[in-house]
């Protein structure tokens, strides 16, 4: 995906999710650009049934701002 499209600081910041997962003994699925509800769907369609999703956004911000969704199956 082309990750600079959702803010300036987005590389950066996915490189500290990626960090903070793996270091805490979790696997990383880059799923690249994709939608609000895809990121939901990845923790309870049958293959994927991932326990949590963070999604980093910034559709509705500045382009020097970045916001971040998380989801879980619970929502």
Known sequence: GDL???GSHSLLILYWIFSGVTGAGGNIY???LGTTPAM???CITEGFEF???VMLTASHL???RNGMKFFTKEG
Request: glycine fraction near 14%.
């Open 51 to 53: 326990d949590g999703s």
């Open 62 to 64: 500045p382009f020097n």
């Open 4 to 6: 600079c499209s959702v």
């Open 40 to 42: 939901f769907m990845s």
């Open 30 to 32: 880059n799923t690249g």
